[in-house]
């Protein structure tokens, strides 16, 4: 008899989201402060000092990176769908300034007085910004008030609020928030670069946010869609026959298949050399000039890669002219990147395979005969990866826009339970948090397509993934139920992508709370591939407060490494027997 699937939610985090989305029905602004009793008692495994007198510093360090700097002073954040949702509130967002954050891509804007709008694609969007201002504001007002009525509290807030402030050490800090030292350094590193000032701001005031949505249906969801795919698909279509060429669809970041298919930083080599030698990023210089003096090509690819984007910003007078020439260099090797089509910050890159120049792909990617992808049709379509249900959105509307599907490849981080930071997971069974369904797919990837490409770390294939709805929207005891039942691997996308792949070679719907066996009816390749960036169970390697940094850059090389000769290969097989 067939064992019993796990449950797809628990009662806690059930109640979470039960409660955030009842409340944000109203009309009008929700105090963020209805949502933390439910928060706390979700037992967030990203959030497990919510109820602890003493700051989670891990969770505030997690949001802060996904909020934009000018935090402090928002009051009020406003959710909308498209520039005609916030205007028909009298918001006239498209005069606001564009703000950015570090951790999360999501098209923000400041009004520059308490008002932050936020623009969203998917439900997951929801999912994501309610528990992260949730746990925001919960440790904001623990730390005030550890602070505000202290001797360094009161020395901050009679400093003029212009001007230098006082210096402040991590040691006078850490014991008035329970903390060591180590954790007061992840605290400031959260706060940014004028951390003292943002010290002051929490002795200043209490946070007491307000959230509201401004029409969040379905049809809205795929109109934002619409709209981005309207961005890309005049750089998709040809002149000439065919219209709507066949596609590879890769869902991965803006730079990997950049680096390996344009050549810009290999041509680039010796500027890129000299700028490590003369700044030393991250100390970086002597790794490189290591390799260099070893004739390792793998790591001086890896590195110069990976400095690249530092290099271009240089000198910011040059940065235009510099990203106008890289453009150029690329389009020359079939290469167009369409920035943010739509109000969803969703990059998009063509790669037409006839054009690709092989004098300039990564070593790493020659293979017999590829000179005869001259003769090839088909284009590489890559996005830079959606946030959860937004890849379901955006891989429909491709679907209906575009020619022959002959390959869908997938790579994005996730959490890992078992493995390494860095470590590469490979799965053949996804439970979808969204649709509730079980996904049993053949993954066209296996360890030894991405092994040889990596000196650090491990490839697991045969694992079990689960698509969870948010970050913040699990906890130790609803993790261990999957745990037991094998499943090692925490992400945002695959799910959704698999509903909608469901769809592309299926004449209903996909189904809800079902076993769903893709493996027999898809005729085109799948493949997705997982890196490590966090292991929420070992605090000692987790990476709540920091992001990849060069780290990742063995990982996310060699799974785009994988999935471009995954696709040579397929291309290759399908000319010569042409």
């Not at 929700?30 to 009793?37: I, L, N």
């Not at 520039?83 to 009004?111: C, M, N, Q």
């Not at 919960?138 to 550890?146: A, F, G, K, P, T």
């Not at 004449?507 to 709370?513: K, S, V």
Request: charge should be negative; include cysteine.
């Amino acid at each position: 008899m067939d064992r019993q699937r796990p449950r797809t939610t628990s009662d806690e985090i059930d109640l979470y989201i039960r409660t955030y989305y009842s409340l944000l029905r109203s009309s009008g602004e929700v105090r963020v402060r209805a949502f933390e009793e439910s928060h706390c008692f979700s037992d967030s495994s990203l959030h497990s000092g919510a109820r602890s007198s003493t700051p989670d510093v891990a969770a505030f360090a997690y949001s802060a990176a996904r909020l934009p700097a000018c935090m402090p002073f928002v009051r009020r954040i406003v959710l909308g769908q498209s520039h005609e949702s916030f205007e028909a509130v009298g918001l006239e967002i498209r005069t606001w300034d564009s703000v950015k954050t570090r951790g999360r891509r999501r098209p923000l804007r400041f009004d520059g007085g308490d008002l932050l709008g936020a623009f969203i694609s998917s439900t997951s969007d929801i999912d994501d910004i309610v528990p992260i201002v949730t746990a925001y504001q919960i440790v904001w007002n623990q730390m005030h008030e550890l602070l505000v009525d202290t001797e360094l509290g009161r020395r901050l807030l009679t400093a003029p609020a212009e001007g230098p402030l006082p210096s402040v050490e991590f040691a006078e800090l850490a014991p008035l928030l329970g903390l060591d030292e180590e954790g007061a350094r992840t605290l400031c590193a959260a706060l940014d670069k004028d951390w003292v000032r943002s010290l002051r701001a929490i002795c200043e005031h209490t946070c007491d946010l307000s959230l509201r949505v401004l029409s969040g249906s379905y049809s809205q969801y795929q109109r934002a869609s619409q709209r981005w795919w309207s961005g890309i698909e005049p750089h998709y279509l040809r002149e000439t026959d065919p219209r709507r060429p066949p596609i590879y669809f890769v869902s991965s970041n803006t730079h990997s298949l950049l680096n390996l298919l344009g050549g810009y930083a290999r041509a680039h080599r010796d500027g890129i050399i000299d700028y490590a030698r003369r700044r030393d990023p991250e100390g970086l210089a002597k790794p490189l000039m290591d390799a260099i003096e070893g004739g390792r090509e793998p790591e001086i690819c890896n590195i110069t890669y990976y400095l690249l984007r530092a290099f271009l910003h240089e000198d910011p007078q040059q940065t235009p002219r510099r990203l106008a020439q890289i453009q150029a260099f690329e389009a020359e090797g079939g290469i167009t990147s369409i920035d943010v089509p739509g109000k969803i910050d969703v990059n998009a890159q063509i790669f037409r395979l006839a054009d690709l120049l092989p004098e300039r792909l990564d070593p790493r990617l020659n293979m017999p005969g590829l000179e005869r992808l001259r003769d090839s049709d088909a284009v590489i379509i890559n996005i830079d990866y959606p946030l959860g249900m937004a890849a379901y959105h955006h891989l429909s509307r491709i679907g209906q826009g575009t020619g022959e599907v002959r390959g869908l490849y997938i790579m994005g981080k996730a959490a890992t339970l078992n493995g390494r930071v860095g470590d590469v997971m490979i799965s053949t069974v996804v439970q979808d948090e969204h649709s509730r369904n079980t996904y049993l797919f053949r993954n066209c990837f296996v360890a030894a397509d991405v092994q040889p490409y990596l000196k650090f770390a491990t490839v697991f294939d045969q694992q079990k993934a689960l698509t969870v709805r948010g970050a913040f929207l699990q906890n130790r005891e609803y993790m261990g139920v999957f745990y037991r039942e094998g499943y090692t691997v925490l992400e945002m996308e695959a799910g959704p992508y698999l509903s909608a792949i469901y769809e592309l070679v299926n004449p209903q719907r996909h189904p809800d709370d079902e076993i769903v066996h893709l493996s027999v009816s898809s005729p085109f390749d799948v493949g997705i591939l997982h890196y490590a960036s966090d292991t929420p169970y070992s605090r000692r390697q987790s990476l709540l407060s920091k992001s990849l940094s060069y780290f990742g850059v063995e990982s996310t090389s060699a799974c785009a490494i994988a999935i471009c000769r995954q696709i040579f290969n397929r291309e290759l097989t399908r000319l010569r027997g042409a």
